[in-house]
């Protein structure tokens, strides 16, 4: 049978929860938002968890350029919230690795006046949905500064923390911010999944010498990657076994937009599902859509644009209802066949 092609755009990172057992397999089924394998593509590899991998990004960061610093709520003595600065505290010093108050706008604006002030500093929130108290720091302080100043002043700083649906934390904790700071020209936005993406990603948004918007997600900080790696969604492997072939881009950068890699997937396919975390509504998934749309790529497609989002609700807090607010696999599979015109 000749292979029918889908393309899938990947920008949420989600975690595989279908071999958990303990307390692990109480994660809620926002995690199955894509649900992944992972292996090394060769031999042996070092393997990293999230959680490790930035803050090795952080430590190596700092020790290269001593105007890095970190700040933001328990991440000093308390090693951060989710773990991901322990010991940085031991080996910089009160000084570069800074316990905050509980005021999210009052430490964005001291790390955008120190950013201002030459110094690079990473600032990170306990979660996203808390950040909406620094909003107005983020957006037109740190993102706009640049552009204002001509061009002659430069605003290095890391706004990072955990994004989107976590453990049946409800509808004030569970935004996906992606579409939010994706919107606004002088920002930054990344994404990451895997650990070799965190790392990578915040080592070049440390350097970056402008306000870089960093995603984390909450359930992926304890998942070990190989470094060098390889992976493919659940969906996919199903639709294997039906003889249709997807090609998934894993995103990761959501401002910049790689558009042409895209462009590229739908001209070779003639399909585009775009599957997503966030809010169906003026999303990260929309904005690929009119691009693909208003570019030649558009031409190429035999069928429309198909979008798997999160439900047009606030995140429920009831685990059965949470369970219809995100996208799974057969979910993805029914999508992708009807792409195809495919029924069964």
């Not at 069928?303 to 369970?323: F, K, S």
Request: glycine share 8%.
């Amino acid at each position: 049978m000749s292979a029918a092609r889908a393309a899938f755009t990947r920008f949420a990172p989600a975690l595989n929860t279908s071999r958990l057992r303990g307390p692990a397999a109480r994660l809620p089924v926002a995690s199955r938002i894509l649900q992944q394998r992972r292996w090394a593509s060769s031999g042996e590899q070092n393997t990293m968890t999230v959680r490790e991998a930035l803050n090795a990004a952080m430590e190596e960061e700092m020790l290269r350029d001593e105007t890095v610093f970190i700040m933001g709520e328990e991440v000093a003595r308390y090693n951060g919230a989710y773990k991901v600065t322990k010991g940085l505290l031991d080996k910089f010093g009160e000084k570069r690795v800074i316990d905050t108050p509980i005021t999210e706008m009052g430490f964005a604006g001291l790390a955008v006046g120190a950013a201002l002030a030459g110094l690079r500093p990473i600032c990170e929130f306990m979660t996203w949905n808390f950040a909406m108290q620094a909003i107005d720091q983020i957006v037109n302080s740190g993102g706009k500064t640049y552009y204002m100043s001509g061009g002659n002043v430069p605003c290095p700083v890391v706004f990072r923390g955990p994004n989107g649906a976590a453990a049946g934390v409800a509808a004030q904790h569970s935004q996906d911010y992606a579409a939010w700071y994706g919107s606004v020209p002088g920002l930054k936005v990344v994404s990451p999944w895997s650990a070799e993406d965190c790392k990578g990603l915040l080592k070049s948004a440390i350097r970056d010498p402008n306000p870089v918007v960093f995603l984390e997600n909450e359930m992926l900080y304890g998942v070990s990657f190989p470094m060098s790696q390889e992976a493919i969604m659940e969906a996919a492997e199903e639709l294997a076994k039906e003889g249709i072939k997807a090609e998934v881009i894993n995103l990761r950068s959501i401002r910049p937009l790689d558009i042409e890699t895209i462009i590229k997937s739908v001209k070779k396919t003639n399909r585009l599902l775009i599957v997503e975390g966030g809010f169906p509504a003026f999303g990260v998934g929309s904005e690929i859509c009119a691009q693909i749309v208003e570019s030649d790529a558009f031409n190429y497609l035999d069928a429309p644009v198909e979008r798997v989002t999160g439900a047009d609700v606030p995140t429920p807090y009831a685990a059965n209802l949470e369970a219809l607010s995100f996208p799974d696999t057969p979910l993805i599979v029914k999508v992708a066949k009807r792409a195809l015109y495919r029924t069964n």
